[in-house]
Every structure is written in C-alpha cells, then in structure tokens.
C-alpha cells in the first residue's frame, strides 16, 4: 500500500524538503503501517466511497485511502507540506488537495460541490487541539455522514465512549452518543508516531444514525440541560440547572420536572443517561 509508514522515509521525506515539525499544528507523523490499515479497515472504505481527510501530513495516511476509496479531498492548513503531498501523492489521480483550515471550511459546501450532497466518510490522524470542535461541527452542520474515523487522544476516545456512572462521564459523550455510535478499533501507543505524542491515541469510528432513535422537541435546550449539569460536575442536578445562565426555569419548574419522571430530586448530572435528558428536556419544553 503506501510508502511512508515506516521511520525511514517519513525521516527521508523531511530531510529532503528541510521539514521543520510544527507543535502548534499538532503534527505527529503515523510510522505504522499495521496502524494505517487498521484505520482503513475501521472506516469501510470501498471504491464507492468519497473520503475526506483532516490533515494529511506528508500524505501517509492520504496514500492508504487513494488505493482503497473512489475519492479523496484532503485538507491541509501548513502550506509548507504542500509541496511535499505533490511528491508523495504523484501517483493518484483520485486526490485534491486543499490548503485550508478545516475549521474555518464550508464543509457541506464542499459535499455539494464534490460529491453531489451525497454523504461521505471522514478519515483523519487529527491535531489533537481541534478534536471536539471538529467532530461537533460535523455533526451540528448536519454534514451528510456515512461515517467518521479518527486517531484522537486515547482519554478523548474513552469520555466519547463513556455511560453515566463513569469518572469520563460528560457533556461530550452525551453529544457524541446523541447523533452517533462509537466504537474503539484500536489502542495507539506513542512509538507509532515522530514525533512521539505525551499521550496515548485511539482510532474511534462513530457511526451517525441514518434515522435518529431519539425524539426530541428543542434539541437547543437538551444541549444547554446537558452543559448546565456538568458544568458544576459536584452539584445536583436542580441546581445545575437553576443556575445555568441560559436556562430559564424555577427551582419549582425543574423539580416538578423530575417528580412528574420519577428521578430522584437530589440526583447529579452525571448519574443520568441520554434518554433522561431527554425526557427532562421534552418535559421542560412543555
Ligand atoms: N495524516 C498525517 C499522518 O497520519 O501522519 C498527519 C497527522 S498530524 C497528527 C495532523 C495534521 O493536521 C498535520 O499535518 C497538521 O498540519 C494538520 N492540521 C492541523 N490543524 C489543522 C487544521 N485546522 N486544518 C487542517 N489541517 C490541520
């Protein structure tokens, strides 16, 4: 498959165009190649599916999904690694390479413009300081998904894993599990990389519901319920809520919420499960 999931000529490939490594971009190069055919395997890919790539690097994950997809749009924001994704995807003429910050791109523009609104898939070694903005707003943008699979931090991975009860417990696996199924496809230890991550990775491959199980009337206060209540992990519930800015009911209001759904009036965020916040927010929104 690829040619730069090894030490040698990822090093090679650096020297050669006096490649200085950026921290601020998060750029920690993928020396595996059973860790990239692991990503490949955990996202599906087939001939069939357009990929979008978050941060191809030097292209060495980029080279894994131009063999294996129809399509690959690949984003890049250090307009250094440009020149060197030239070179090292030269063979393939199924990639575009964007220089761009994928934050600040119109991703469902992008959709429509490559790839008919039909849903994609997004693969990607993410910098790890945009992981929970960049999966939020693929999500809250409503981006057409047929699934995501990305190297994150490996404590990120657990808390996206996360059900009530647990110390990871929090705002971010709510969201995550509201519009997506996650599952971890592999534990990634710092040696798979240059230079070595401080931290432990994980490939997580969430999986958006093609039909929501969830109803839910004002998925706006669901949102504010779930930051009200983690917010001030240590207090209850009621008062999470009740001292939540952009949260306007009384102590009243949300207890006879929780009475009328049989939870307990002393109980924490944190114990509650998805469909409970979502019970408490229908009832709210009444
Ligand atoms: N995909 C390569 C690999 O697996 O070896 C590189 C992964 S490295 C962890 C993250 C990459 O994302 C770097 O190339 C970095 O420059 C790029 N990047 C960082 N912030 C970005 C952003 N906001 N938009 C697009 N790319 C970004």
């Known amino acids: ?4 999931g090894n030490p040698k000529n990822t090093i090679e490939i650096l020297n050669k165009y006096d490649f200085i490594i950026q921290k601020k971009f998060g750029q920690n190069f993928l020396i595996d190649n059973h ?13 069939e599916d357009f990929v979008l790539e978050i941060g191809p690097g030097i292209g060495t994950l980029t080279q894994y999904l131009c063999e294996s997809a129809g399509k690959v749009v690949a984003v890049e924001i250090d307009k250094k690694l440009i020149p060197i994704l030239k070179e090292t995807l030269s063979n393939y003429d199924n990639v575009t390479v964007i220089n761009e910050d ?46 995501v699979t990305i190297m994150i931090q490996k404590e990120v991975a657990d808390r996206i894993q996360a059900g009530p009860g647990s110390k990871e417990y929090g705002a971010l696996s709510l969201a995550v599990q509201y519009y997506a199924k996650p599952y971890i496809a592999a534990n990634v230890p710092p040696n798979c ?42 207090k209850t519930l009621v008062n999470g809520i009740f001292n939540y800015e952009d949260l306007p009911y009384s102590k009243e209001e949300i207890l006879a919420a929780l ?14 499960g998805l469909e409970e916040f979502i019970a408490i927010a229908n009832y709210l929104s009444n």
């Open 1 to 4: 498959m690829g040619t730069l």
């Open 35 to 47: 860790v990239l055919e692991k990503i490949v395997r955990a996202a599906d890919i087939t001939k």
């Open 102 to 147: 994928v934050l600040k791109l119109d991703i469902p523009a992008l959709v429509k413009e490559h790839n008919n609104d039909r849903p994609i898939k997004v693969v990607a070694n993410l910098p790890y300081y945009i992981t929970t903005p960049i999966i939020m707003s693929l999500f809250e943008n409503h981006v057409p998904l047929l699934n």
């Open 193 to 234: 990389f240059i230079p070595r991550p401080k931290v432990g990775s994980a490939v997580i491959n969430l999986t958006p519901y093609t039909e929501s199980p969830y109803h839910v009337e004002d998925e706006k206060l669901l949102f504010n319920l779930i930051r009200a209540s983690f917010n001030q992990r240590r």
């Open 259 to 272: 009475e009328s759904l049989d939870i307990p009036k002393y109980i924490r965020g944190e114990a509650l």
